[in-house]
């Protein structure tokens, strides 16, 4: 292999093969946030191609480039399909394939399918601020959405925490009860199944909604954030009241270009009212990370954060898995050039 460009295919098979655990993943994602904050990384703002298909689905395409991975850092782009009627033909509602290349000749170095990689480093994100901005002692979780992206969400949030229950909700029943034998399977802390958001939150430390609506629809209300409390909303469309950050002491996003940008995203409508601004925001994560702003600083506070996907963990993650592959001699070289 000594001539010409060549390049390793990694399949989702492959990966699942290299047994990273969850720990592993959300470190990861942690040293990019830190990064982030520290500036060194730099991303473009995710663009959407829309086909004409009649609403069912688009692709996000995302950049990013982390200075401090490899010897001279690693770029990546990945394409991700949004298509929520999946599940009707057995698929998964969001597909992907990422690339990464050398920043100093850009030969591409890889090509993975980034399926895994997109549900994992979602719920990688919320698990790093609720390092930083849950109570330690939450006990409750509280969760809506049972799209691929919630299973990362509650498994690594009960790695993190000492839970004494998890309560799941999804629109379809049988997602649901599927959703919570899974986690059953995996878990030591009981999985309760409930029918609705509302009875998901009534109570609960850590409130991750991660719905597919395709209209906005109240499902996590203002009154059920108490005090202590840590909520995620990073639903594709808004299942929030709009009052809802009157209550909130901090709020957080992963990056604030991001959260102006798009048409999508749980707190459009706060953005583009004007409720979140930089002059409610409290910080973007990364510095929160980095030591610049602090997290959580008493357990009284109702505390936010807003991730809408950064590009930079894609490439993270990928580069982690790329290193294993690369250590297990596994996956296709490919000749390139």
Sequence with gaps: ????????????????????????????????????????????????????????G?????????????????????????FVPNYQVGLPSELAVATLFDPTTGVPLAILDATMITAARTGAMT??????????????????GARGTAWWNVTMLDDLFDLDEIRVTSRRPE??????????????????????AEEAFDGADVLVEATRLN?????LRTAAVKPGAFVVPY?????????????????????WREAQSGRFGALRRHVDTGRLSPSTLHAELGQIVAGQKPGRESDAERTLLWHRGLSLLDVAIAHLILRRAEESEVGTMLRFH
Aim: charged share 25%.
């Design 58 to 82: 688009h692709f996000n395409v995302l950049r990013g480039h982390l200075n401090r991975l490899g010897e001279h850092g690693v770029s990546g782009v990945k394409v991700v399909g949004d």
């Design 215 to 219: 209209e906005p629809e109240v499902l």
């Design 127 to 144: 698990t790093v601020g609720a390092r930083h901005l849950a109570r330690r002692d939450s006990k409750i979780l509280g969760h809506a």
């Design 1 to 56: 292999m000594a001539e010409g460009i060549w390049l390793r295919f990694l399949s989702g098979p492959e990966i699942d093969a290299l047994g990273l655990t969850r720990t592993e993943i959300v470190d990861a994602v942690e040293e990019a946030v830190r990064d982030h904050g520290e500036g060194q990384t730099a991303f473009e703002p995710r663009v959407h191609l829309v086909p004409d298909n009649g609403g069912i």
């Design 175 to 196: 997602s649901r009860e599927k959703f919570a034998a899974e986690l059953s399977a995996e878990l030591s802390t009981p999985v309760r199944v409930v029918a609705t």
């Design 235 to 255: 639903g594709t469309v808004s299942a929030v009241e709009l009052d809802l950050l009157d209550v909130i002491d901090k709020v957080v996003v992963d990056d």
